[in-house]
T-cell receptor
Framework: KAGVTQTPRYLIKTRGQQVTLSCSPI?????VSWYQQTPGQGLQFLFE???????NKGNFPGRFSGRQFSNSRSEMNVSTLELGDSALYLC????????????FGPGTRLTVT | GESVGLHLPTLSVQEGDNSIINCAYS??????FIWYKQESGKGPQFIID?????DKRQGQRVTVLLNKTVKHLSLQIAATQPGDSAVYFC?????????????FGTGTRLKVLA
């Protein structure tokens, strides 16, 4: 069974731009969660989607948004990029909503210059 | 405030020895704790979890211990191997339906010495 895939793997953007990251969960998994990982803050929960609805949200500004499609694939969007948004963005899929066992993808490394 | 932290940022262990990675948490309402392993260039990999109503859980070569009295969580790796070299995170999962969230520790880097 294929694992969680994320595209692109690496991305360089300029301040003020916006970016869209994509995540394809493991086949059969209906929940997708997004995380931001930085050396200073570690792993921080962004949001979780299940059945195309956002179920949980972390403490990030409204510039961070997401959505989920009917095939469970998810996208995350960050608008008006700031230097501090440079991070590894990870998505994790699980069978059900609020499932404790999550499977992470390799992440998208975003660099904002 | 709420936090999940790790006592040691880097742990060096001789190959074949046992490793113990520690974690402190502050919220006694957390009902699940999870350990993840993250290798360079990869996403975190689920290792083992434990419910708050348990004190100990064993997996393959790993054991997680939960001490709720002192809000302490530990991961024990038996017969540490070079492939165990990675960053290990503990995480707590708390909240009621619809409000749960994961809080991750900053991570401990485990270095296995040959």
């Amino acid at each position: 069974k294929a694992g969680v895939t994320q595209t692109p793997r690496y991305l360089i953007k300029t301040r003020g731009q916006q970016v869209t990251l994509s995540c394809s969960p493991i086949s059969g998994h209906r929940s997708v969660s997004w995380y931001q990982q930085t050396p200073g803050q570690g792993l921080q929960f962004l949001f979780e989607y299940f059945s195309e609805t956002q179920r949980n949200k972390g403490n990030f500004p409204g510039r961070f948004s997401g959505r989920q499609f009917s095939n469970s694939r998810s996208e995350m969007n960050v608008s008006t990029l700031e230097l501090g948004d440079s991070a590894l963005y990870l998505c994790a899929s699980s069978l059900a909503w609020s499932s404790y066992e999550q499977y992470f993808g390799p992440g998208t490394r975003l660099t904002v210059t | 405030g709420e936090s999940v932290g790790l006592h040691l940022p880097t742990l060096s262990v001789q190959e074949g020895d046992n490793s113990i990675i520690n974690c402190a948490y502050s919220n006694s309402a957390s009902d699940y704790f999870i350990w993840y392993k993250q290798e360079s260039g990869k996403g975190p990999q689920f290792i083992i979890d434990i419910r708050s109503n348990m004190d100990k859980r064993q997996g393959q070569r790993v054991t997680v211990l939960l001490n709720k009295t002192v809000k302490h969580l530990s991961l024990q790796i038996a017969a540490t191997q070079p492939g165990d070299s990675a960053v290990y995170f503990c995480a707590e999962n708390k909240g009621t339906s619809g409000t749960y969230k994961y809080i991750f520790g900053t991570g401990t880097r485990l270095k296995v010495l040959a």
